[in-house]
């Protein structure tokens, strides 16, 4: 496997919520809380990540410290009302 050097880092994420999330253990918010924390610990130690999330409640990733100039953009799919989150993570 080869190695590459990112020079803008990206993260891109459809993480499951609802019946699919509670499956799994842990309400989504809160899954979805610990991971991005984790996330943003990674990015403080190199250039600002962007990023794209889809998910219904953008309150939870804008709550996430480290995730900056986001931008909410409410779409349905299927359907379902949710959201894609875009912005930076740390830098």
């Known amino acids: ?12 994420s459809n ?5 699919r999330a509670d499956a799994a253990g842990g309400t989504p918010d ?3 809380s610990e991971v991005l924390a ?13 990023v794209g999330i889809l998910y219904p409640r953008p309150e939870v ?3 996430v410290a480290g995730f ?7 779409i349905r799919m ?3 009302a949710t959201a894609l989150v875009t912005g930076t993570v740390n830098g």
């Open 15 to 19: 993480p499951p919520y609802g019946r």
């Open 30 to 32: 809160a899954t979805l």
């Open 78 to 80: 299927r359907g379902l």
């Open 61 to 63: 990733v804008r709550a």
């Open 38 to 50: 984790r996330v943003a610990d990674v990015a403080r130690e190199g250039p600002a990540w962007r």
């Open 68 to 74: 900056e100039d986001l931008h909410v953009t409410s």
């Open 1 to 12: 496997m080869r190695e590459l050097d990112a020079q803008r880092p990206v993260l891109l």
